[in-house]
């Protein structure tokens, strides 16, 4: 997909995820044999249920209808939310992952593994899980020592909100 094709179709699209509470965070039109699939992946801080993907899926295919955006010939739209993995690229991605086990690239080679306890403007501070019963670690990164960062799925991780409730 050319730039242009992927700033216009940014332009057109962004105020209409935004005007749903939303984040427009990706755009990408793929071709498949004949078939053209144009994917709209959106977020916000508070995640988006079926109903708000649903809600704005009309409102994207509504607007492309009306215009010549995605040219003459026939494509599939689908809108979705970024996966349980995804990677972090922009602060807010940071600020939404806080409480979330992190694998990091760093910069100079290697990487990390942690628990993001917090983001502020200038980096992250984390938890870095202890090895061999040892305790967790205090650890700071600066954005700048980040060469990617992906969020890591966690199986039978208590929820915290969950376990603060249960000391209550």
């Known amino acids: 997909m050319s730039t242009t094709q992927s700033e216009r179709l940014r332009e057109l699209l962004e105020p209409l995820v935004s005007s749903q509470g939303l984040d427009l965070e990706e755009i990408e039109v793929d071709s498949v044999g004949r078939k053209r699939v144009l994917r709209v992946v959106v977020d916000s801080d508070d995640g988006a249920d079926l109903d708000r993907i649903a809600d704005v899926s009309r ?3 509504a607007k492309l209808d009306e215009t010549d955006a995605m040219g ?3 494509y599939t739209l689908e809108v979705g939310t970024p996966g349980a993995e995804r990677e972090l690229k922009e602060h807010r991605h940071y600020v939404r992952a806080t409480d979330r086990l992190v ?5 100079e080679g290697g990487e990390l593994i942690a628990r993001i306890l917090k983001v ?3 980096g992250v501070d984390l938890e870095v899980p202890g090895v061999k019963g040892r305790k967790p670690t205090a650890r700071r990164l ?9 969020v890591q799925v966690e199986f039978g ?3 915290q909100h969950a376990e603060n409730a249960e000391e209550a």
Do not use: P, V, Y
Not at 103 to 107: A, E, G, H, R, S
């Open 59 to 61: 409102a994207l295919s």
């Open 72 to 74: 003459a010939g026939e």
């Open 103 to 107: 694998k990091f690239q760093l910069t």
């Open 120 to 122: 502020d403007d200038e």
């Open 142 to 150: 600066a954005f700048e020592e980040i060469a990617k960062a992906r």
């Open 157 to 159: 991780r208590k929820n």
